[in-house]
T-cell receptor
Framework: DVKVTQSSRYLVKRTGEKVFLECVQDMDHENMFWYRQDPGLGLRLIYFSYDVKMKEKGDIPEGYSVSREKKERFSLILESASTNQTSMYLC???????????FGPGTRLTVT | AQKITQTQPGMFVQEKEAVTLDCTYDTSDPSYGLFWYKQPSSGEMIFLIYQGSYDQQNATEGRYSLNFQKARKSANLVISASQLGDSAMYFCAMREILTGGGNKLTFGTGTQLKVEL
């Protein structure tokens, strides 16, 4: 059974803290993605990676960075968390073009 | 740039009735794919159905079917015989193939469906 896991379901951080969100998939997928989900805005792509050590900016990369040192792991980094980064963060992976993305359970991040 | 529009923020349907969730898209690429995902209140995103731009037949998966009208650029989801468990947020998404490799999805804003007794 395919699986995408995220390190935390809920996270509370203070403004200015460095935050790491981890995502691991066990399907040997090349492509991995980070989205944030906000009410009324749907899912918006932050960063994605189609190979190890490769990364591409999505639609809203400002304030975020990513790391992909191993194929199965894709990390999202908030260098200095701000209150406007309070959101639900979803990780996804996919094997190849035309195939559906598999999503993790999401991390609800609150920045106070 | 690609764009996905879901104009129904919320929908109600009676149990056992059919319901159509609207999705329109805009792209200049001849090759694209359209997806529908379901997100229950628990938060996980569940893939429902996929339609490729070159597919001749409308996609179907159990009680889900995709009413694909290419000329109108619409890809509506039809759920037949609604069940209480269908109550969820539904997202339409379009796949874009990137020139540098890889692909990404652009999502609509979602439709909250509530199935009533």
């Amino acid at each position: 059974d395919v699986k995408v896991t995220q390190s935390s379901r809920y996270l509370v951080k203070r403004t200015g803290e460095k935050v790491f969100l981890e995502c691991v998939q066990d399907m040997d997928h090349e492509n991995m993605f980070w989205y944030r989900q906000d009410p009324g805005l749907g899912l918006r792509l932050i960063y994605f990676s189609y190979d190890v050590k490769m990364k591409e900016k999505g639609d809203i990369p400002e304030g975020y960075s990513v790391s992909r040192e191993k194929k199965e792991r894709f990390s999202l980094i908030l260098e200095s968390a701000s209150t406007n980064q309070t959101s639900m963060y979803l990780c996804a992976s996919t094997r190849d073009l035309g195939y559906e993305q598999y999503f993790g359970p999401g991390t609800r991040l609150t920045v106070t | 740039a690609q764009k996905i529009t879901q104009t129904q923020p919320g929908m109600f349907v009676q149990e056992k009735e059919a319901v159509t969730l609207d999705c329109t898209y805009d792209t200049s690429d001849p090759s694209y794919g359209l997806f529908w995902y379901k997100q229950p209140s628990s938060g996980e995103m569940i893939f429902l159905i996929y339609q490729g731009s070159y597919d001749q037949q409308n996609a179907t998966e159990g009680r889900y079917s995709l009413n694909f009208q290419k000329a109108r650029k619409s890809a509506n989801l039809v759920i037949s015989a609604s069940q209480l468990g269908d109550s969820a947020m539904y997202f339409c998404a379009m796949r874009e193939i990137l020139t540098g490799g890889g692909n990404k999805l652009t999502f609509g804003t979602g439709t909250q469906l509530k199935v009533e007794l």
